[in-house]
């Protein structure tokens, strides 16, 4: 049942990308050429997600705990450092290349559309390699103090 | 470059959808509903409970566009005005990016900005200065 609820709300995350234009790159980077074929579109898509899960989220922690969990998991961090600075930038870039973002090209996966299956491929790589990176150079970092 | 053409109705119809999703996840199960930390999870799980919840979400996600399907005939549009080239290195560097910033659109975006966390807010308003200085240097100044 918890799994079986879990898949529905990715559903309707997923039918949300799919009505939103999110998963066509041409409309997103559209969106960010505003010395071009500019189309607002996607400032629609941003204001009604937050439309809606402003006020959700105040409903939701005005609750003790999650309905199938003992407690919220939200990130540990309020840090504002280079490391989440120079990492978003670096996402914007990738996303101004291509046009599509993780959230936006997951669902349509199943669509089998070759441009989405390359990104996605090519997107799993960079983050496995940044987690190698990233671990190799906390475990440096700890052989370095050990010694 | 292709010209699109401009549609709030769905538009405001889909994020409102995507919202909605994120208030459920937290509500159900106390997670941030961002892609990169959901799929980071999926691809090295900690543990199989945290493995299959992760596992559902995404089954969930992938269904979206096949209701899609049923709805409406079609499977939702997806025009690509970029190469091939740009495709695969847009993919590993947003791959990268999302790692060290630890999150994306959805993550800081939506989950993040909706809580009013300055992070996310941070993070946002970086990414999207980012993606359109990309635009601008690839439509405008290379013509890629």
């Given amino acids: 049942m918890k ?145 | 470059m292709i010209e699109t053409e401009f549609t709030p109705l769905a538009s405001t119809l889909g994020g409102a959808l995507i919202g909605l999703a994120s208030v459920l996840l937290m509500w159900l199960r106390g997670n941030v509903f961002g892609a990169t930390g959901i799929l980071a999870g999926f691809l090295q799980p900690s543990s199989s409970t945290d493995w299959s919840w992760r596992a559902a979400l995404l089954a969930g996600m992938l269904t979206g566009p096949l209701v899609y399907l049923s709805l409406t005939g079609g499977f939702p549009e997806i025009q690509v005005p970029v190469s091939t080239l740009s495709m695969i290195v847009g993919g590993l560097i947003v791959g990268v990016g999302v790692t060290y910033g630890s999150g994306c659109t959805s993550g800081h975006g939506v989950c993040g900005m909706a809580r009013f966390s300055p992070r996310s807010i941070v993070a946002t308003l970086t990414f999207m200065a980012g993606t359109a200085l990309m635009v601008f240097l690839t439509r405008h100044v290379i013509g890629l």
């Fill in chain 1, 3 to 147: 799994l079986f609820l879990t898949y529905v709300v990715g559903l309707v995350f997923g039918l949300g990308i799919s009505i939103s234009g999110m998963a066509n790159p041409a409309k997103v980077l559209n969106f960010f050429d505003f010395a071009g074929t500019w189309d607002p579109s996607l400032a629609f898509v941003m204001g009604a997600a937050l439309l809606v899960a402003a006020p959700g989220y105040v409903l939701v922690f005005k609750r003790e705990k999650p309905v199938f969990a003992e407690n919220f998991k939200l990130p540990g961090t309020r840090l504002i450092d280079r490391k989440l600075v120079l990492g978003s930038f670096t996402f914007g870039i990738g996303w101004g290349l291509a046009g599509f973002c993780p959230g936006a090209a997951l669902p349509v996966i199943s669509t089998g559309n070759p441009s989405v299956l390359i990104f996605t491929a090519s997107m799993v790589a960079g983050l496995f390699l940044a987690r190698w990176v990233i671990a190799n150079t906390a475990r440096r970092r700890d052989l370095a103090q050990a010694n």
